[in-house]
């Protein structure tokens, strides 16, 4: 197998234009680049850095925040609480008032029931802001 130093290597690399030897090699190792040599492989390599990979769009980190199932089971908690509140809540008022339809349910009153699911789906946005405030810091 071929074997080689690291010294040896950067030598090579150094010598581009073979002409100088090994000790044009050593010298520039000692040196460093001139301002010309610097100009020129940046005009063929271009700069020394990484490319920034794109950014995610807010609406998928928006969506990746209810990707949990945990989350899941919360939101149909949610949803089961707010159509039993409204069920509920419903028939207690057509008890009352036999003519009362869906907009009955907006007086203070009703609204009580509504407080469950309310929170729950506070939590969760809350719980989603953060999330994508979190990962829109760490890009």
């Given at each position: 197998?071929?074997?080689?130093?690291?010294?040896t290597?950067?030598?090579?690399?150094?010598?581009?234009?073979?002409?100088?030897?090994?000790?044009?090699?050593?010298?520039?190792?000692?040196?460093?680049?001139?301002?010309?040599?610097?100009?020129?492989?940046?005009?063929?390599?271009?700069?020394?850095?990484?490319?920034?990979?794109?950014?995610?769009?807010?609406?998928?980190?928006?969506?990746?925040?209810?990707?949990?199932?945990?989350?899941?089971?919360?939101?149909?908690?949610?949803?089961v609480?707010?159509?039993?509140?409204?069920?509920?809540?419903?028939?207690?008022?057509?008890?009352?008032?036999?003519?009362?339809?869906?907009?009955?349910?907006?007086?203070?009153?009703?609204?009580?029931?509504?407080?469950?699911?309310?929170?729950?789906v506070?939590?969760?946005?809350?719980?989603?802001?953060?999330?994508?405030?979190?990962?829109?810091?760490?890009?």
């Amino acid at each position: 197998a071929w074997e080689c130093d690291e010294e040896t290597v950067v030598l090579a690399y150094l010598n581009e234009d073979r002409k100088g030897g090994l000790l044009h090699a050593k010298e520039a190792l000692a040196q460093g680049l001139s301002s010309d040599q610097v100009r020129e492989r940046r005009e063929k390599h271009g700069l020394n850095e990484l490319e920034k990979p794109p950014s995610t769009p807010i609406w998928k980190l928006v969506l990746e925040q209810f990707d949990d199932t945990l989350v899941k089971v919360l939101l149909v908690a949610a949803i089961v609480s707010f159509v039993l509140a409204i069920s509920e809540e419903l028939e207690a008022i057509k008890e009352v008032h036999p003519d009362a339809n869906i907009w009955s349910l907006l007086s203070m009153d009703s609204l009580k029931a509504f407080v469950e699911p309310g929170v729950i789906v506070l939590i969760l946005l809350l719980n989603a802001i953060v999330g994508v405030w979190q990962e829109s810091n760490a890009e």
